[in-house]
């Protein structure tokens, strides 16, 4: 899941974006589990999350340009974190 073309340009329907989208619709609740790397998330996490959490799926936005996240109203997000002091 990763986002070859940063949003320079739309990139081909991914069957497993396509069916990530379908399950958020439907699920109420969403828990993340994830170390810590290099102080954010893995990589392929976050694009995962870029791809799916898109417009039309978690949000929209009005005139003014303002996000609206009117798409997730009434699911639950939580994440469990896993770090370790780096050592060498």
Same mark, same amino acid.
């Given at each position: 899941?990763?986002?070859?073309?940063?949003?320079?340009?739309?990139?081909?329907?991914?069957?497993?974006?396509?069916?990530?989208?379908?399950?958020?619709?439907?699920?109420?609740?969403?828990?993340?589990?994830?170390?810590?790397?290099? *102080?954010?998330?893995?990589?392929? +996490?976050? !694009?995962?999350?870029?791809?799916?959490?898109?417009? $039309?799926?978690?949000? /929209?936005?009005?005139?003014?340009? *303002?996000?609206?996240?009117?798409? +997730?109203? !009434?699911?639950?997000?939580?994440?469990?974190?896993? $770090?370790?002091?780096? /050592?060498?």
């Amino acid at each position: 899941p990763v986002l070859r073309y940063g949003y320079r340009k739309r990139m081909e329907e991914d069957p497993f974006i396509l069916r990530s989208q379908e399950l958020i619709q439907w699920a109420d609740h969403f828990i993340f589990v994830y170390p810590i790397w290099w *102080s954010s998330m893995p990589s392929l +996490l976050k !694009g995962w999350i870029d791809r799916v959490f898109t417009p $039309g799926i978690a949000y /929209s936005a009005n005139d003014q340009g *303002s996000f609206i996240w009117n798409y +997730l109203r !009434g699911k639950q997000f939580k994440k469990l974190l896993k $770090g370790k002091t780096a /050592s060498i």
